[in-house]
Nanobody, 124 residues
């Protein structure tokens, strides 16, 4: 019911910045909770940031708080993740997600809709 397409991943040096985009289509109004997860090889998928596109409220994992910013466009169809002060441990595949209900800091309930993922590599 919701299609998500990520873009903006790439390779950057430590201390650099990247901006990820997640374009949503379909029944977006029924799935106002949008956000980003990331998963590094051999590690569990973890919550990065979340936004309620209806209210604008945001949530950030402690590991990215103060460095990453999640936002949306005026039409609420695209969610962005601005990543600053990137470090090698931020390297992962980043996934956009959407759901009808809010998910907690551990990513539950699991979002119903996922993007294809975009790779972020931070070198030092």
């Amino acid at each position: 019911q919701v299609q998500l397409v990520e873009s903006g991943g790439g390779s950057v040096q430590a201390g650099g910045s990247l901006r990820l985009s997640c374009a949503a289509s379909g029944d977006t109004r029924a799935n106002p909770y949008r956000g980003w997860f990331r998963q590094a090889p051999g590690k569990e998928r973890e919550v990065v940031a979340r936004i309620n596109t209806s209210s604008g409220t945001t949530y950030y994992a402690d590991s990215v708080k103060g460095r990453f910013t999640i936002s949306q466009d005026n039409a609420k169809s695209t969610v962005y993740l601005e990543m600053n002060s990137l470090q090698p441990h931020d390297s992962a595949t980043y996934y956009c997600a959407a759901n009808n209900f809010v998910w907690n800091a551990w990513g539950y309930p699991r979002p119903r809709y996922w993007g294809q993922g975009t790779q972020v590599t931070v070198s030092s």
